[in-house]
C-alpha cells in the first residue's frame, strides 16, 4: 500500500538531506581557510604590553573561535538549494496521482518550512521530515471536520445519508459497508432504493440487504429517484429508523441529464450528508469526478474505495485539497467490517514510513 508514493517522498528526503550536509561542509570549509590565514608579526607595541592584556585577547580569540566553532555546524537552506529537489518532487507527487495543483501547493509550502531558519546539523533529518509532514497534513486539512458516528449521534432522526459517485466505484457496497460499521454501533438502517437507472442495480442492493438484514424500499426500474427517497424517508419516520441510506444511479459527472435528476433527490429530500464515493486506484479520475459532483450538488464529505490496493495513495491529497471536504471512511478490503475511518495522522504516517 502507498509504495510508489513513500519511496518519492523517501528519496526526496534523502536528496534534501544530501544538500543540505554538501552546503554545510562547504560553509565549514571556508570558515576553515579563514581561521588558517597567516598571523600578523607582533608589532613594537603589542611587545610591550602588559602580560595580562595580552592573556585577555587571547581569551576573547578563544570565545569567538568557540562561538565560530557552534555556527559552523548550523545552516540555513535556500531556495536555490532546493529548486532541482523541488522540481523532481513535483514530477514525482504528478507520477503519484497527485494533481498538479496540489502538488504546486505542497511545493510552496514546503519551500516556506525549509528556508524559514536555521538548522544544526545534527537536527537536519528530523527538520526535514517534520517539515514534509506538517506540510502533508494541512494539505489535507478540510475546511470542515466530520466525525461520521458523532454527527449520526448528534443529528435528528431519521439521518438522510445520500451516496454519489460513478459506475464502477464500488458505491452501492460500499454502501452497504457504511450500513454495516452504523449497525455496528448500535443505529437502525434502511436502503432506499435510489439508482432505477442502471439493470440490475435494485436486486444488488437487495443482495446487500438481505446479507445485513436491513429493509429496503423500492420501487420499478426506471421509476422516479426522488420519490423512491421519500418514501424510505416517510417509513423511517413512522418507524422510528435512525438512518436512511439513499442509493443513486451511478451517473457520470459529464451526464447532465442524470446529474439534474440528482439536484431533484436532493431538493425534494434535503438529504443530512452528501457522501461522493471514489476509487483510489483512479487517481486524477476520482479528483476530477469529485470536483464536478461537488460542483453540482455538493458533496459533504468522502469515502474512498480500495485504498489497501493503492501503491500510489495521492488521489486521497488531492481530493481533500480540491474539493476542501473530509475523507471520513475508506475501503480496506472486500468484506462488509473491511471500512475505516479516516484519520489524516495514520496516511501521513503510512506514506512516510
Known sequence: MFQSIRKRLNSFIGSTEEQAEKKLAEQQAEEKLTEEQPEQEPTEQAEKEPTEQQAEKKLKVSKVTQVRSALSSRLRLSEKDLDGILWQLQLDLIQSDVAVETAE?????????????????????????????????????????????ELIRNSPKPVKILFLGVNGTGKTTTM??????????????????????????????????????????????????????????????????????????????????????????????????????????????????AREFNKGVGIDAVILTKMDSDAKGGSALSIVHETKKPIILVGMGQSYGDLKEFDADWFVDEIMS
Request: hydrophobic fraction near 40%; include cysteine; aromatic fraction near 6%.
Open 176 to 289: 452497504a459497508k457504511a450500513a454495516k460499521y452504523l449497525m455496528d454501533n448500535g443505529f437502525s438502517i434502511i436502503f432506499a432504493a435510489g439508482d432505477t437507472f442502471r439493470a440490475g442495480a435494485i436486486e444488488q442492493l437487495e443482495k446487500h440487504a438481505h446479507n445485513l438484514g436491513v429493509k429496503v424500499i423500492k420501487h420499478s426500474k426506471g421509476a422516479d429517484s426522488a420519490a423512491v427517497i421519500y418514501d424510505a424517508i416517510e417509513h423511517a419516520t413512522s418507524k422510528n429508523i435512525d438512518v436512511v441510506m439513499a442509493d443513486t444511479a451511478g451517473r457520470m459527472h459529464t451526464n447532465i441529464n442524470l446529474m439534474d435528476e440528482m439536484k431533484k433527490v436532493c431538493r425534494v429530500n434535503s438529504p443530512d450528508l452528501k457522501i461522493f464515493v471514489g476509487d483510489a486506484l483512479t487517481g486524477n479520475d476520482a479528483v476530477e469526478q
Open 105 to 149: 501547493k505542497i511545493l510552496e509550502e514546503l519551500k516556506e518550512k525549509l528556508t524559514s531558519q536555521e538548522v544544526e546539523k545534527n537536527k537536519l533529518d528530523s527538520f526535514i521530515k517534520n517539515s514534509l509532514r506538517e506540510t502533508l497534513i494541512d494539505i489535507l486539512a478540510p475546511e470542515k471536520e466530520i466525525k461520521f458516528l
